[in-house]
């Protein structure tokens, strides 16, 4: 089965911090991706990736970074953390043209 | 993408199939229809996609009218395991791997 394995399932970090959020799959996968998810927005999708050190932004790029040096890891930044930022951060990984197979997610809170 | 209608929630009963309609009426003729579903506390996980034909797997199947205006997900015999949120997402299969659009779904409650 495919392993999608997100660092922390809780996390809580103040306004202004760095944060790093990890995301590592086991199947050699090409592509990965990071959304978040809030109540009556749905998934929204803030960065991908189709191949090492490549990276495209998603819907809602905006306070965040991403870095992808090795193939099966995937790492989310918020350059200075936020209030609005408080949310599930979901990542994903899929082969070319295959569906896409989701960690259980990181809740984070900044307060 | 083609956008997605799904009735906000839906009861079952143990036991009983469980038919999970999805409206995507703007569809276009490259686009797949996938459905996802997400237990609380969990990631989405994949359950089948489909172009034109009927698809069936260990956990579902998925019937896409001639017109594919429309599919309904099938769950043949729900069990309390498969309460969750159910997602109908519409996407090429070739940005399948690149972005896929989640709406509210509907939450399905079996009941025992």
């Known amino acids: 089965d495919v392993k999608v394995t997100q660092s922390s399932r809780y996390l809580v970090k103040r306004t202004g911090e760095k944060v790093f959020l990890e995301c590592v799959q086991d199947?050699?996968?090409?592509?990965m991706f990071w959304y978040r998810q809030d109540p009556g927005l749905g998934l929204r999708l803030i960065y991908f990736?189709?191949?090492?050190?490549?990276?495209e932004k998603g819907d809602i790029p905006e306070g965040y970074s991403v870095s992808r040096e090795k193939k099966e890891r995937f790492s989310l930044i918020l350059e200075s953390a936020s209030t609005n930022q408080t949310s599930m951060y979901l990542c994903a990984s899929s082969p070319p043209d295959w569906p896409q197979h989701f960690g259980d997610g990181t809740r984070l809170s900044i307060l | 993408d083609a956008k997605t209608t799904q009735p906000t929630s839906m009861d079952c009963a143990e036991g009983r199939a469980a038919n999970l309609p999805c409206n995507h009426s703007?569809?276009?003729?490259?686009?797949?229809v996938y459905w996802y579903r997400q237990i609380h506390s969990q990631g989405p996980q994949y359950i089948i996609h489909g172009l034109k034909n009927n698809e069936t797997n260990e956990m579902a199947s998925l019937i896409i009218t001639e017109d594919r205006k429309s599919s309904t997900l099938i769950l043949p015999h729900a069990t309390l395991r498969d309460t969750a949120v159910y997602y109908c997402i519409v996407s090429r299969e070739e940005t399948s791997g690149s972005r896929l659009t989640f709406g509210e779904g509907t939450q399905l409650t079996v009941n025992p």
């Open positions: 703007t569809i276009s003729g490259n686009e797949y």
């Open positions: 990736s189709y191949d090492v050190k490549m990276k």
């Open positions: 199947m050699d996968h090409e592509n």
